[in-house]
């Protein structure tokens, strides 16, 4: 996944997003870099799963912290289930 790519997105988004949120942003705006991880993921879940993790995994160099992991919120597919609510460290 494209660093770079992550942190333009994140620069979009207000100061608290979730992971879900960051997920329709890249669809709507790089919905060609999204295509292509479906390619190599092969599912849309597993591609969402592991845009968070790298979010997780890579959040000093994002410059954002994990405010709750267990937050709510509407997926892609209408449920509302948790996944990371996320604080952009100013």
């Known amino acids: 996944m494209d660093k770079k790519l992550f ?3 994140i620069s979009e988004l207000p100061n608290q997003f979730d992971s879900h949120k960051f997920i329709r942003a890249m669809l709507k705006k790089y919905s060609r870099e ?3 991880l479906l390619v190599d993921y092969g599912n849309v879940r597993v591609v969402n799963s592991q845009i ?3 979010i997780a995994d ?3 160099e ?3 912290k994990a405010l ?3 937050f ?3 997926d892609l597919f209408l449920n509302n289930v948790p996944n990371t609510l996320w604080e952009k460290v100013q």
């Open 58 to 60: 890579n959040s000093e």
């Open 68 to 70: 709750d992991p267990r």
């Open 52 to 54: 968070a993790q790298f």
């Open 34 to 36: 999204y295509g292509q």
């Open 7 to 9: 942190i333009q997105i």
């Open 72 to 74: 709510k919120s509407v």
């Open 62 to 64: 994002f410059e954002v």
